[in-house]
């Protein structure tokens, strides 16, 4: 079963990506003989040029090719850009170069500077050499980019992260020289090699949290997300207990919470910081984002459109048994039953089982507890005692002398289950009981 579900069409949206994944696959086993490789790279972004034409609004044109500026100097170098993202309702298309049998989405095109929304280089593999040079790439719009749109951006996506390169802290510092490009927001890496699962997020903000002294987390640059230490604690906390590891929440609306997991790294220089951080989401994440960009909407703007979103279920940590003995300063629950309270109803339309269960606090501090998974909880204080009745109504379908038959031949067992936590710390403790009832009588196993 998986261990995660998703906003409605979230399978169909995050399909997108599991075909550019394949298609990447298949070509990489087409050319892995060949003595020079280079059809894979130009395969995947020709797949991924053709999903951003379907998925952007038809006022965006996808294409590769090149960015023409407004210059008087015909000694100008033109640079291709692996994919460009240009107004295509206002742009002229200055001219196409591409063989007659070539597809669409693999024709160059040059569009003049000043309708170019926005460019992304494409790399099969992200390592600090592929880093540097789609920085450098993105950097060579630095002559011109007053000419650019107003909204323009740019960015990098990588299709893997392998394994071998997953403790290159040198990889997320050399993300770092992005900060010196003109648009650059981030990107994208569509896979981690231990976890398909896990998509890459490339962001970079303004601000730097890192402050002198503080420990900088650089590597690994990935986790599978399902290994995180994140789960949930018995009164519904959410604990993120390892270094680096953090959750996405989102308010559903039926007024409930949903948690996305995730990992990552991060480094900050002045007054900038990246991050590289994993989860399922990301892929949807990185077009919600970039939609944004495009139409000017602040990243933080409620009314983004919001899609394809997935969530991970959380691992609840049962609380640990009470120990047999009290420890000093802690907290000790005696559970009993009120012997001369607990009955059995013949005399209801339906049987009914009723008893009462005592609780001390034998210890010197006071708690809080629940005997119904925090549904309802109370405190109580050290020394004290609280009773609960509790009421079973019987759903026989025979009369009530089989009850009475049944009782005689065979117990009926019935869990009990305190929980509590001192009131100055979440330490769970669990006390668990077994009420046997017979027909003579009703106790604790």
Not at 163 to 170: A, G
Not at 355 to 379: A, D, H
Request: glycine share 6%; net charge neutral.
């Amino acid at each position: 079963m998986e261990n995660y579900f998703g906003q409605h069409g979230w399978k169909e949206f995050n399909q997108n990506r599991e075909t550019i994944l394949s298609e990447f696959d298949k070509i990489i086993q087409q050319t892995k003989n060949r003595p020079v490789q280079i059809a894979h790279g130009l395969g995947v972004e020709a797949h991924i040029r053709k999903w951003l034409s379907e998925f952007l609004p038809k006022k965006y044109g996808v294409t590769s090719g090149y960015i023409i500026p407004n210059l008087y100097n015909d000694n100008i170098r033109l640079y291709h850009y692996d994919i460009i993202i240009f107004n295509q309702l206002e742009a002229p298309i200055l001219w196409t170069e591409g063989n007659y049998d070539q597809s669409e989405q693999g024709k160059y095109r040059a569009i003049p500077a000043k309708h170019v929304v926005a460019v992304y280089e494409v790399k099969s593999r992200l390592t600090k050499l592929n880093v540097s040079n789609s920085i450098k790439k993105l950097n060579e719009t630095e002559s011109f980019k007053e000419q650019l749109n107003p909204l323009y951006s740019c960015g990098v996506i990588f299709i893997d992260l392998k394994e071998k390169d997953n403790n290159d802290e040198s990889i997320i510092k050399e993300l770092m020289k992005g900060k010196d490009v003109f648009g650059f927001t981030g990107g994208m890496v569509l896979r981690y090699e231990n976890d398909y699962s896990a998509i890459g997020r490339i962001s970079l903000l303004n601000g730097n949290p890192i402050k002198p002294g503080d420990k900088i987390h650089s590597k690994p640059i990935a986790k599978p997300i399902d290994d995180l230490s994140i789960y949930s604690t018995e009164d519904g906390e959410i604990i993120t207990s390892e270094f680096g590891a953090g959750v996405k929440l989102l308010q559903t609306p039926e007024n409930t919470t949903a948690v996305t997991k995730c990992y990552g790294t991060m480094y900050g220089e002045n007054s900038k910081s990246i991050y590289l951080y994993w989860s399922r989401s990301y892929f949807a994440d990185f077009h919600i984002d970039l939609l944004s960009t495009l139409e000017g909407i602040a990243l933080n703007d409620k009314n983004r459109t919001v899609f394809g979103q997935i969530f991970d279920i959380l691992k609840i940590k049962k609380a640990s048994l009470q120990n047999s003995k009290p420890e000093k300063g802690k907290p000790f629950l005696e559970v009993k039953l009120r012997e001369d309270l607990n009955k059995i109803d013949y005399n209801s339309s339906k049987p009914l089982l009723k008893f009462v269960i005592s609780i001390k606090n034998t210890g010197n501090v006071s708690v809080i507890y629940t005997g119904n998974s925090f549904k309802t909880k109370s405190e109580l204080p050290a020394g004290e005692t609280s009773e609960h009745s509790i009421s079973f109504e019987m759903d026989f379908t025979s009369d009530i002398k089989n009850l009475k038959e049944h009782l005689r031949n065979e117990k009926i067992e019935i869990p009990v289950r305190i929980v509590y936590y001192p009131i100055n710390n979440k330490e769970f403790c669990s006390v668990e009981k077994v009420i046997k009832i017979t027909e003579k009588n009703i106790e604790f196993l």
